[in-house]
Structures are given as C-alpha cells and as structure tokens.
C-alpha cells in the first residue's frame, strides 16, 4: 500500500516559470490537501479538496492553482513561480471527517 | 481564533531520560488533537491523537500524551529516550467546528545526546 505519493521529490526552477507538483493517494480519502513547510512556521495550508470536482484555498492560496478531477490526484500548480515559493511542499490526505491526516514524503523546492 | 504553541523550539535530552515536548492550543469548541513526528527529509508520521475518547492517550514508539482541557494543554512525553526519537515534533488542532482547517504548532527539535 503505497498511502500518499509525490512526485518530484526535488525541483530547481527559475523565476517566472510554472510546473506542476503531483500527488496521488491509493486509499480512496476524499480529502487531499497542500501544504507548504517553511522554517519556524509550521505547515500551512495551501489549498484543499474535499472530493472530485471540488477545490478550496487554504491560508496561503496566491500563485498556486489546484484541481481534482479524480479520488486519486491533486496537482498543484505553480504559475509563474517566484522565489518566495521556495519551500518543501507536503500533500496530505484524510479518512473521514474526524480522521488524521496522511502525509506524503515532500517536494522541496528551489526557486532561484 | 484557534491557535497552537509549541513551548520550546529546542529540547535536548540524553538517551534513557524522560522527555517532554509541551503545546499548548486555543480553541473555541472541543478540538482532535495530534503529535506527529518528522524525521530529516521525511514526511509527517502520525505518534497519537485524541478525538474525545480517553485523556490519555498511548501512541507509537512509547510516546504519549494527556489532554487537559482546563490547561488547554496536550503535552507529549516518554519515559525514557532513544537516540531514534532525534526528529521534529509537531503538535497539531483541528477544532471541531472548523470544517477542513488543521491548525499546525510550528514545531520542537528533539536532541537526543549520547
């Protein structure tokens, strides 16, 4: 069982480009969420799904762009990333409505 | 307004004594709570969580942790420490209210010495 898995683990990207972080889960949660984890700030909620078809911003949404078109996915998207955007990124999913969250391992990005 | 505080950013331990991390949360109704761990270049594990049941609450790795609603206080500790316990440790509050919002401490480092 594979639980939460993120795709790239690492990514260097230059100021003005866009990319796409992937992350997909095998265990049917109708919940996925984005994080962001900076230095002394904990994590912080980007964006979230609570199931195909619906999307929602966290608390820090701008220059990020999210949809669910399936259970599974939720990409996020950077559109013209800044270097204020480098961070190592945590997708994280949840069973139910009083379940944990399940975290996958990062992407750690650089934005020069 | 919810929020959570991690007391100390650093706690230093040497190996076989107790340790104590120590968050303390606001919430405005009942909330779950969480202790997850993150070791270097890792994602979050989950160690425990109440969700209204007993107060005490037992998790992975011998950790544990109390909730006491009048000290609005869920601290996590452990008997005695093993080198591996070396991570990050977050507290973490989803208050019952809130819909989708986990509100996340912003963390302690755990040392543990030789």
């Known amino acids: 069982n594979a639980g939460v898995t993120q795709t790239p683990k690492f990514q260097v990207l230059k100021t003005g480009q866009s990319m796409t972080l992937q992350c997909a889960q095998d265990?049917?949660?109708?919940?996925m969420s984005w994080y962001r984890q900076d230095p002394g700030m904990g994590l912080r909620l980007i964006h979230y799904?609570?199931?195909?078809?619906?999307?929602d911003q966290g608390e820090v949404p701008n220059g990020y762009n999210v949809s669910r078109s399936t259970t599974e996915d939720f990409p996020l998207r950077l559109l013209s990333a800044a270097p204020s955007q480098t961070s190592v990124y945590f997708c994280?999913?949840?069973?139910?409505?009083?379940?944990?969250?399940?975290f996958g391992e990062g992407s750690r990005l650089t934005v020069l | 307004a919810q929020s959570v505080t991690q007391l100390d950013s650093h706690v230093s331990v040497s190996e076989g004594t107790p340790v104590l991390l120590r968050c303390n949360y606001s919430?405005?109704?009942?909330?779950?709570l969480f202790w997850y761990v993150q070791h270097p270049n890792k994602g979050l594990q989950l160690l425990l969580k109440?969700?209204?049941?007993?107060?005490l609450v037992k998790g992975i790795n011998g950790f544990e942790a109390e909730f006491k609603k009048s000290e609005t206080s869920f601290h996590l500790t452990k008997p005695s420490a093993h080198m591996s316990d070396a991570a990050e440790y977050f507290c973490?509050?989803?208050?019952?209210?809130?819909?989708?919002?986990?509100?996340f401490g912003t963390g302690t480092s755990l040392t543990v010495i030789p």
């Open positions: 265990m049917n949660h109708e919940y």
């Open positions: 799904s609570v199931g195909a078809g619906i999307t």
């Open positions: 994280a999913s949840r069973a139910g409505y009083t379940g944990e969250l399940f």
């Open positions: 919430s405005s109704y009942s909330p779950s």
């Open positions: 109440y969700t209204s049941a007993a107060t």
């Open positions: 973490v509050v989803k208050p019952f209210n809130t819909g989708n919002q986990f509100y």
